[in-house]
């Protein structure tokens, strides 16, 4: 067997590294696939102190993800990402090192935050998303119409819903104003967990920071309470542990007793974590809806297929109808690609090789998937807004192999399957009810599914 050889890159300057090199890129991953063709597909950098990797065709993304994820399980040391769980990043499911407990946790998930077409909790999902539909419009309707307004507080708190109502048999009052700060703390996170910080990589910067760290501690630290004194604290009162668990905090909850190394901080994060997945889908719906904006034939289509299934808006769609609405499910998942949310750096935890070089344990590895999302080499006419290419001729769905949003492998996203559901139904209603479009134009991000907490508007016309 050939030793292994160094992987080739950038020399790093005293202090910041090559962090210099990612300055001028609207993504610093637009910055790696530049480097990538002076250095290579697999090249490494510096950023501030720490060594870092940068993966960037399918075939290295591979080898990395699937054939040695569990080389591959940890993730980077951040203190950014300590202070949003309670001073240890380990209390996150995605932000956590790879270890047994997180195997547990992700097992628990699996069932319920990644149900299968046929089983009972995707049932549970389709009720649950018919159910919230109607205070989602009726909030909507409150709207100034025909004006420019701000649609991602309802969309929020819709699938704020839907998520509190799916995993924990709970819902909120739109006007109720704990619930209205929680989901716009949990929209502060995600979009504070979608931006990069110089101070990630220069720890000593912290000082300048330590306003912004407080202020993200806060954050989570008012969400866990509600979490626990208007969810966990009712579902402790009502548990039977003799009986099915009703949901996914019921399932937390038995779990808890019957396994020595879940604790009770597990337990709250977990579902944390897990509820905090509604931003995520917000924030997707809310940057489809600006595609939709820029592309008026796209909403048409959507509009006619949802005209086509409903009878004409006889009723609300749901998720039995996404196999006849192919072109709406396209639409997202155009939206996925052309968003091309990071995926989250992973971490050596042991020495090992990437295609023959030598890669050492801590090596923080990031996947470049904005190159597999944008690359030439992936797809036709990649700068171009086409739901079609994900339609076959017989009208259905295709997806290639290399588009991976949710990643693949050990940590693979486990809220795909929610956000494929929630985002179809919330998409599809709004359109059936509205027509969109912008006054004062629609700003998005590249290589980032997330919007500003305040961020554009839109105007709504109500369609009849
Ligand atoms: C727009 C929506 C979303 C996108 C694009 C997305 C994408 C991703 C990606 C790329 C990863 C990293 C995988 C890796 O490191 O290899 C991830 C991890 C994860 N996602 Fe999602 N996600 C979305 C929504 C959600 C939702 C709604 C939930 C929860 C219901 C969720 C739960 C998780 C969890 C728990 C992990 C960590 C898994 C682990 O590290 O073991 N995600 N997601």
Redesign the pocket.
Known sequence: KKSPTTVPGPKPWPLIGSMHLLAGYETPFQAFTALSKIYGDIFSIHLGSAPCVVVNNFKLIKEV?IAKGADFGG?PDFTRFHKLFGGDRNN?????D?SSL?KT??SI?RTY?SPRFTSLQYDRVNNVGEEELDSFLAELSRLPHGQSCDVKPAVLKVCANM?TQY?CSTSFPYDDQDFQKIVRYFDEIFWEINQGYAVDFLPWLLPVYTGHMKKISHWATEIRQFILSRIIDKHRSTLDYNSQPRDFTDALLMHLEEDPNMNWQHIIFELE?????????G??VMVTLAAVVKHPEVAKRIQNEVDTVTNNGARYPNLFDKAAMPYTEATILET?RT?S??????VASRDTEIDGHQVNKGTIVF?N?YELNQGKDYWEEPALFKPERFLTASGGIIKPAHF?????????????R??QC??FVVLATLLQHYDIRAKDGVKVHPGC?AVPPDCFKLVLTPRK
């Open positions: 993800l993730r996150s499911l995605a932000l956590c790879w997180q946790r992700r998930a935050c998520f995993m974590d897990f509820l905090g997945g509604h931003s995520a889908i924030n997707l996925l968003a949310s990071p995926i989250v750096p992973h996947i998937n991976i949003p949710f990643s693949t492998g050990k940590r693979t996203c486990i809220g795909q929610l956000v929630f985002s599914v």
